[in-house]
């Protein structure tokens, strides 16, 4: 679903929340080939290992600047009751492992949770989110401080599902919309070449 890849080793990270398995669409309705979970791949020897799998759906990841924490959007609670709407985050350990799991943040917001998507960190570890689900005054991009603080939101007419940072100073972030692609310069540029 998303993908990411760590400088160290160039191992490359990806999450598997099912959704291609649960439609026609893209023709292997109810044909798992992974379980939900957060994966990692061995560029040397091809090997894939699940590094991850206690959260229900794993969508949009990013790593922290450093690349010591790994943040991975929950969108479970599309398909499963009892699914938190949160980002959960965990340690990186020799660049192949996670450790301590635990949540980063709710995705609630004044009495409404929707679900987090992609997600980008910035230089100074901040983590944005596209959000949506929920309808205006939700719907856009919300921002992290590295602690969990909502320091910031961008709303937009729809719902967001994903961001990246782009432009020559990876200071103009691009967000995908359900029919849309906007963008603004932003006073920040991205930690990682994405």
Same mark, same amino acid.
């Not at 590094?51 to 790994?70: H, M, Q, R, T, W």
């Given at each position: 679903?998303?993908?990411?890849?760590?400088p160290?080793?160039?191992?490359? +990270?990806?999450?598997?929340?099912?959704?291609?398995?649960?439609?026609?669409?893209? &023709?292997?309705?109810?044909? /798992?080939?992974?379980k939900?979970?957060?994966?990692?791949v061995?560029?040397?020897t &091809?090997?894939?290992? *699940?590094?991850?799998d206690?959260?229900?759906?794993?969508?949009? /990841?990013? !790593?922290?600047?450093?690349?010591k924490?790994?943040?991975?959007?929950?969108?479970?609670?599309?398909?499963?009751?009892?699914?938190?709407?949160?980002?959960?985050? +965990?340690d990186?350990?020799? $660049?192949?492992?996670?450790?301590?799991?635990r949540? !980063?943040?709710? *995705?609630?917001?004044? =009495?409404?949770?929707?679900?987090?998507?992609?997600?980008?960190?910035?230089?100074? =570890?901040?983590? +944005?989110?596209?959000? $949506? +689900?929920?309808?205006?005054?939700?719907?856009g991009?919300?921002? !992290?401080?590295?602690d969990?603080?909502?320091?910031?939101?961008?709303? /937009?007419?729809?719902?967001?599902?994903?961001?990246?940072?782009? &432009?020559?100073?990876?200071?103009?972030?691009? *967000?995908?919309?359900?029919?849309?692609?906007?963008?603004?310069?932003?006073?920040?540029?991205?930690?990682?070449?994405?």
């Amino acid at each position: 679903n998303d993908v990411v890849v760590h400088p160290n080793d160039g191992a490359i +990270w990806f999450t598997d929340p099912g959704y291609g398995s649960l439609m026609n669409y893209e &023709g292997n309705k109810g044909t /798992l080939q992974l379980k939900e979970a957060i994966y990692r791949v061995d560029v040397k020897t &091809g090997k894939i290992d *699940m590094v991850a799998d206690e959260i229900f759906k794993p969508n949009g /990841l990013c !790593f922290s600047p450093d690349y010591k924490k790994l943040y991975v959007a929950d969108t479970g609670a599309s398909h499963y009751e009892n699914a938190p709407k949160n980002i959960k985050v +965990w340690d990186v350990v020799d $660049g192949k492992k996670l450790a301590n799991g635990r949540e !980063f943040v709710s *995705m609630e917001y004044e =009495g409404k949770a929707g679900f987090a998507d992609g997600i980008r960190a910035d230089v100074d =570890g901040n983590i +944005w989110a596209s959000a $949506g +689900w929920v309808g205006e005054g939700y719907d856009g991009v919300h921002i !992290f401080a590295p602690d969990g603080t909502r320091i910031g939101l961008i709303r /937009l007419p729809e719902i967001c599902s994903n961001v990246c940072f782009g &432009g020559t100073k990876r200071n103009r972030l691009f *967000m995908t919309g359900s029919q849309s692609l906007y963008s603004v310069y932003v006073e920040t540029q991205g930690a990682h070449i994405t």
